[in-house]
């Protein structure tokens, strides 16, 4: 350590060290009021990373409180485009696109009847349904597909005590609606059974 002697008094360039614990030292020189202490240096924080882990860290000189870290880049939001295609693997799925993904039904309708009337109970894109005649139902997509190209699988819930068993039949009639026909598979009259369906394709 370079230092002076003035009137008695002997002056040392500050040699003080930052740390975790306190030490009294052992050097006896003096500093003065307008001395300079090393507290930060020139050196950019650390970039953050997703999933990393903290760390105490090994540097001898302390952060500015205006300091910034550099921060990683979020991976972009999947496009329709991509979710449709369904290959891309370095995009993140956002909530309001994950139904453009092929494996993703598009709607569902669980219809019940009361005298003759069709309810959509519970559904999902689903805008309406109309009553087409006894055993026939008509649902009308809230969001369209693309065209009349898609798959609907059905099931029916028996409840009228004649019927041994009931079967349904569905049409795309368009990319915005189609219809469902149910009928006593014994029988072959159209008859009115609870409806559970769901949707698949492209919208």
């Given at each position: 350590m370079a230092f002076t002697k003035t009137a008695g008094v002997e002056y040392g360039t500050p040699a003080i060290t930052l740390s975790t614990t306190a030490a009294s030292g052992s050097n006896q020189t003096a500093i003065r009021t307008d001395g300079q202490l090393i507290a930060f240096d020139a050196v950019d924080p650390t970039t953050l990373?997703?999933?990393?882990?903290?760390?105490?860290?090994?540097?001898?000189?302390?952060?500015?409180?205006?300091?910034?870290?550099?921060?990683f880049t979020v991976t972009a939001a999947a496009t329709q485009a991509q979710m449709e295609a369904a290959s891309v693997t370095d995009a993140y799925v956002s909530p309001g696109r994950i139904k453009?993904?092929?494996?993703?039904?598009?709607?569902?309708?669980?219809?019940?009847?009361?005298?003759?009337?069709?309810?959509?109970?519970?559904?999902?894109?689903?805008?309406?349904?109309?009553?087409?005649?006894?055993?026939?139902?008509?649902?009308?997509?809230?969001?369209?597909?693309?065209?009349?190209?898609y798959i609907v699988i059905g099931n029916t819930r028996q409840v009228e005590s004649t019927s041994t068993?009931?079967?349904?039949?569905?049409?795309?009639?368009?990319?915005?609606?189609?219809d469902v026909i149910t009928y006593n598979?014994?029988?072959?009259v159209a008859i009115d059974e609870v409806l559970m369906l769901a949707a698949w394709g492209l919208q």
């Open positions: 990373s997703s999933g990393g882990s903290s760390s105490v860290g090994t540097a001898a000189v302390a952060s500015r409180r205006d300091h910034a870290h550099a921060i453009y993904d092929p494996g993703v039904f598009k709607g569902f309708a669980y219809i019940t009847f009361s005298g003759g009337t069709p309810t959509a109970t519970d559904s999902q894109n689903v805008s309406s349904i109309a009553d087409k005649g006894t055993g026939e139902t008509r649902i009308y997509w809230d969001t369209d597909f693309d065209s009349a190209n068993s009931s079967l349904l039949t569905t049409n795309q009639v368009s990319e915005a609606e189609m598979s014994t029988s072959g």
